[in-house]
């Protein structure tokens, strides 16, 4: 599953690599879950791990790369870029995974893969936000210390708390593998998954609301991120805008 998030820039993906992205995972989640115990599913404990098995490969560009993808911006234009991009992905996915469940409500017996397909959706958003997350502390100079694993681990854990990685505290790697911490991943990857709930409205509603409600999220996590790493680097407020 390490190619299933594999795009630069996420927002320049078009509709049909979504389709053919979110084909692949629902496929691949379908036979996972019949693997997993009833339990397992049901209380989100395989939903954080098959999420963090997609977290530990995702590519995170450092900052020179960032810039060389983002036309030269720097600073806040840059996470600005980001951002925009990011919230263009997580909203396209949403309305991807609204038109496939209309396209299932006309057909009834394929009805059954919407668990599957919910989920490919929710892996795909957590993906692209766990990734925003990760480069925006590339983009502020918030250097996240440890191994590929472990960093990936704290920015999933940050990304579950809404709140960037605090690299002053030593503690925070070790918390990031403990109990607590794999909880609030996976209630926060539930609630993401609730959220994907709407995209099985009839016709193109789900399409609309998913879409939606995925851009507004994104914009909410950001703003959380870049205000705490602003913080951090002792940088003023966001401007009013």
Known sequence: MGKLVSQD???????????????RL??????SARKASASGVGRGRWLADLFMNVATRLPIRDLATLQEHHYGLT????????????TKATMAVGAVGGALAAAE??????????PAQLVAETVVVAAIEV??????????????????????ALFAIAWSKQRGVDPLKPASVTLALGAAAKTSLRNRLMRTLGRHLTTLGPFLTGAVAGGALNRLATKR?????RTDLRRQRGLPPAPQR
Request: proline share 7%.
């Open 105 to 114: 409500f006309a057909a009834p017996p394929l009805l059954l893969s919407a």
């Open 221 to 225: 996590l950001a703003v959380a991120v």
């Open 9 to 23: 820039v996420p927002g320049e993906t078009d509709g049909a690599e979504r389709r053919r992205l979110l084909g």
């Open 131 to 152: 990734k925003l997350l990760a480069e925006l502390h590339e983009v502020y100079g918030v250097q996240v210390p440890g191994t590929g694993p472990n960093r990936a």
């Open 75 to 86: 600073g806040e234009q840059l996470a600005d870029d980001l951002v925009r991009t990011a």
């Open 26 to 31: 629902s496929g691949a989640l379908a036979t």
